[in-house]
C-alpha cells in the first residue's frame, strides 16, 4: 500500500512518508482505528532505515494524525483533527489550482512555477510572514 | 579451527615433502646392493688431496650398512632435500599473495601472535613427522636388502635432522612475514643455505658449528653422544627468528 | 539527549611512503546508526577502516571504537570480538565450503546466533557444500553478509557492499541490512561510492576526500541545510558577494550567479535581495550533488 519513497528527491524520506500516510487517510485506503504497519516490517519491506520510519510515525503522532500505542503499534487517529487537515489541505489545494492555472495563463512553465513556491517557502520560512 | 585452516594450508607441501623424504630414504635403501658390488672397482689410495681423501672414507664407511647410510645418505643427499622441504614447509602464511582470505583473518578476534603461533606449531609439527617418517623407513626396509638399522640410530637422527631444519624453517617463515610473494622467501632462504654448506666447505674450521653438521648429526655417529649443544644452539636460532616475525607481523600495515 | 558513539576519529593521520592517505580524518558514528562513508577512490575510506580494525597503525591522531583504543593490540582484540567486518574484495577462503566456513568463524564467537545462521543460509540460497571458490561474486557477498550478521556483533563495518552486484541482489543486501539493522538494533558503518543507496538506508553520512572530512552529518538535516540558490541580475552579476561561511560554491555565468548554500537558502535571499536580483529561484540539492559539489570544491 505504501510506495518506495524516492531518496534522490531532495525530499527528506520521512517527509515523503508522512505525506503518503496522511495521502492514505484522505483517499480512505487506511481509515480511522486502523493499524498501520510496524516499524521494523514496514522498513524492510521499502528498504528505508527503520529510524527513518520512526521519525515519520513520531511526526504524525505528533501533528495528530496517528496514535503510538506502546506494544500494540500504530493506528490512525480515531478524532477528527486529520479530517481537519484534510479539509483545510482540500482548500489549499483548490488555491494552489487556480494560482497554477493563472501562471499558466501568463506562459510560466511548470519548472517555473515550481521554484517560485520554493522560494515563497524558503522566505516564509524565515520571517514567518508572506513577503511583499 | 585455526589448526584447521593452518593444516588445510600447508597440506600439499607437508605431503611432498613427506613423499620427497620417503623416496629418497627408500632409494638410498635400495642402491645399497649395487654400492656394495662397486666397492671393490674403487681403486686404493691413489688419488691425493681432499678429493681422495674423499673417496677413501667413502669406500671405508660403506663396507658397512650403518656407515654407508650416514655418509650417502644423513651426510650427502639427505641434507639438501631436507633443507628444501624445511624452506617450504616454513614459507606462506597471511602475508604471502596467494592467500586468501588474509582481511578476513586478521579481522578474527585472534591477535597476530596467536596467529603465527599456531601456523608455525603446525609446520613444525608436519616437520617434525616428515623427518621422524623418513627416517623410520631405514630401519623398516633395511632387511629387504639383508642388512639391519637400528631404530635408535634413525630416531636420534631424526631429531638432529628436525631441529636443524627447524632453523631453516624459521628462517623461510620469518622471510615470508616480510615479502608478500611466494619466492623470494624461498630463494633467500636456499640462498643462505648455500652459503652457509659454502662456508663449511671453504672455512674447514667453521665445519663443527654449522647447522649442517647437526643436520646429519655426525657428532652421534662418530662418538655416539647426541650433539646436545647442536640441538640446543638450533632451538635457540629458531626460537630468535620467531620472535623477530611476531614483532615483523605486528608492525606491518595491510 | 546524549547520543553514545560507536567510532570515533580524531584528526587521523596515514602516510603510505610518499603518499598521504589520511590527513587529519574526523567522522564520529552514533550508536544504532546506519552511518554512510562516502568518498572518491582513494579518499582514504579503506585506510580508515583497516585502522579501526587493527589491520593498519595510524601514523597521528585518535581511533577509537567502543571507547577503545584501535591500535592497541588487546583492545583491537576485543574490538573485533564485537565487530562484523566485510572487505570491498569479499575475500573468504577459497578452499573452504560455505559449511566449513560458517564453522570457522563461529568457533571464534561465543554468542554466535544460529538462529540467524539457519535463517540467511535460507533466504541467501547458499549451498553449505559449495567451495567458496565457485561461488559467484554475489554469493560470496551473500556470505560474507551471513558470517557477519549471525556474530551477534554490536558493529558491521562494510567495505563497498554491494559493489559489482546487479541491482536485484543490491536490493536484497540493503533490505538484509536494514531488516538486521531494526531487529538487533546494530550500528552499521557502511563505505559506498553508491550514493543512491546510501541516500536510501543511511541515517548520517560524511564525506571525505583527500584523507579529510569535508562534510559530515545526519542526512535530513544535510538535506535541509543544502541549498541552490540561482539569482539574476540586471547587469552582470556581482563578483565576490557571496563568499562567506555558510556557501560552498558561487558560479557567475554572465548575469547568472548560482549559489550552493550550506546552511540554508535564507541569509543568500537577504544578500540577494539588497544586491537588487532581479529574480531568485531556490531549490532542493540531492545526496549525489552535495558529494559532487563538496569534493569539487576541493580541487
Not at chain 2, 53 to 67: K, V
Not at chain 3, 14 to 29: F, H, I, P, Q, T
Not at chain 3, 241 to 259: E, H, K, Q
Amino acid at each position: 500500500m505504501l510506495l518506495r519513497p524516492n531518496p534522490a528527491s531532495g525530499v527528506p524520506i520521512y517527509l515523503q512518508l508522512m505525506e503518503q500516510v496522511k495521502h492514505a487517510i484522505e483517499t480512505g485506503a487506511l481509515r480511522a482505528g486502523e493499524q498501520l504497519p510496524g516499524i521494523r516490517p514496514l522498513a524492510e519491506e521499502l528498504v528505508i532505515n527503520a529510524n527513518t520510519v520512526a521519525k515519520a510515525y513520531r511526526e504524525l503522532e505528533h501533528e495528530g494524525v496517528i496514535e503510538l500505542r506502546h506494544g500494540a503499534g500504530a493506528f490512525v487517529s480515531a478524532n477528527s483533527r486529520p479530517k481537519k487537515a484534510t479539509e483545510t489541505l482540500r482548500a489549499g489545494q483548490a488555491v494552489v489550482a487556480d494560482a497554477v492555472r493563472k501562471l499558466r495563463d501568463r506562459g510560466v512553465t511548470n519548472e517555473e512555477i515550481r521554484r517560485l513556491f520554493e522560494a515563497e517557502l524558503a522566505g516564509v520560512a524565515k520571517t514567518g510572514e508572506p513577503r511583499g | 579451527m585455526l589448526w584447521y585452516k593452518a593444516w588445510l594450508d600447508t597440506r600439499w607441501r607437508f605431503l611432498i615433502g613427506l613423499g620427497l623424504l620417503a623416496i629418497s630414504a627408500a632409494g638410498i635403501v635400495f642402491a645399497y646392493p649395487r654400492v656394495v658390488a662397486l666397492l671393490p672397482l674403487v681403486p686404493a689410495s691413489d688419488t691425493g688431496g681432499e678429493l681422495g681423501r674423499r673417496i677413501r672414507e667413502a669406500a671405508l664407511l660403506s663396507r658397512e650398512f650403518r656407515g654407508y647410510i650416514w655418509w650417502q645418505w644423513f651426510h650427502q643427499t639427505a641434507p639438501q632435500e631436507w633443507t628444501i622441504a624445511s624452506v617450504l614447509l616454513g614459507t606462506g602464511g597471511l602475508v604471502a599473495q596467494g592467500s586468501s582470505g588474509a582481511l578476513f583473518t586478521l579481522s578474527m578476534p585472534v591477535s597476530r601472535t596467536r596467529l603465527l603461533a599456531v601456523r608455525a606449531a603446525t609446520g613444525l609439527a608436519e616437520l617434525f613427522l616428515v623427518a621422524l617418517a623418513a627416517v623410520v623407513l631405514l630401519p623398516l626396509l633395511a632387511p629387504a636388502v639383508g642388512e639391519r638399522y637400528a631404530f635408535a640410530d634413525a630416531i636420534v637422527h631424526g631429531l638432529c635432522m628436525f631441529a636443524a631444519g627447524a632453523v631453516f624453517f624459521n628462517l623461510a617463515f620469518l622471510l615470508s612475514t616480510s615479502f608478500d610473494d611466494g619466492w623470494r622467501p624461498l630463494l633467500i632462504t636456499l640462498a643462505a643455505a648455500v652459503v652457509l654448506a659454502t662456508c663449511e666447505q671453504v672455512f674447514r674450521g667453521l665445519e663443527p658449528y654449522s647447522v649442517f653438521t647437526v643436520m646429519s648429526g655426525d657428532l652421534y655417529f662418530r662418538t655416539g653422544h647426541l650433539p646436545w649443544l647442536g640441538i640446543a644452539a638450533s632451538a635457540g636460532v629458531s626460537a630468535a627468528l620467531f620472535s623477530i616475525s611476531t614483532v615483523n607481523l605486528a608492525r606491518r600495515d595491510f | 539527549m546524549a547520543e553514545s558513539i560507536v567510532v570515533e576519529t580524531v584528526e587521523l593521520h596515514k602516510r603510505y611512503g610518499a603518499v598521504d592517505a589520511l590527513c587529519g580524518l574526523s567522522l564520529r558514528v552514533p550508536a544504532g546508526s546506519i552511518f554512510g562513508f562516502l568518498g572518491r577512490n582513494g579518499a582514504g575510506k579503506t585506510t580508515t577502516i583497516k585502522i579501526l580494525l587493527g589491520m593498519a597503525h595510524p601514523g597521528g591522531g585518535r581511533a577509537t571504537v567502543f571507547g577503545l583504543a584501535a591500535d592497541d593490540r588487546a583492545a583491537s582484540v576485543e574490538i573485533r570480538r564485537r565487530t562484523a567486518f566485510v572487505s570491498d574484495e569479499k575475500d573468504l577462503y577459497d578452499g573452504m565450503t560455505v559449511a566449513e566456513m560458517i564453522r570457522f568463524t563461529a568457533g571464534f564467537f561465543p554468542r554466535w546466533r544460529g538462529d540467524l545462521e539457519q535463517r540467511y543460509l535460507r533466504s541467501f540460497e547458499l549451498p553449505p557444500d559449495r567451495k567458496v571458490k565457485a561461488l559467484s561474486r554475489g554469493m560470496r557477498t551473500k556470505l560474507a553478509l551471513l558470517l557477519s550478521l549471525s556474530r551477534g556483533a554490536e558493529l558491521l563495518v562494510l567495505d563497498e557492499p554491494t559493489a559489482g552486484l546487479d541491482p536485484a541482489m543490491t536490493e536484497e543486501v540493503l533490505q538484509a541490512l536494514v531488516g538486521h539493522a531494526a531487529r538487533e538494533g546494530m550500528t552499521i558503518f557502511f563505505s559506498s561510492h553508491q550514493i543512491a543507496e546510501v541516500e536510501q538506508i543511511a541515517d548520517a553520512v560524511a564525506i571525505i576526500d583527500r584523507g579529510r572530512t569535508i562534510v559530515a552529518g545526519a542526512l535530513d538535516e544535510l538535506r535541509e541545510k543544502f541549498r541552490r540558490v540561482q539569482l539574476v541580475f540586471a547587469g552582470d552579476a556581482p563578483e565576490g558577494a557571496f563568499d562567506s561561511p555558510g556557501v560552498a560554491r558561487v558560479r557567475r555565468n554572465g548575469r547568472v550567479l548560482t549559489v550552493l548554500a550550506t546552511a540554508g537558502a535564507e541569509s543568500i535571499l537577504d544578500r540577494g535581495r539588497a544586491l537588487q536580483a532581479v529574480s531568485m529561484d531556490v531549490v532542493p540539492v540531492t545526496l549525489k550533488e552535495i558529494f559532487l559539489e563538496s569534493v569539487a570544491a576541493e580541487d
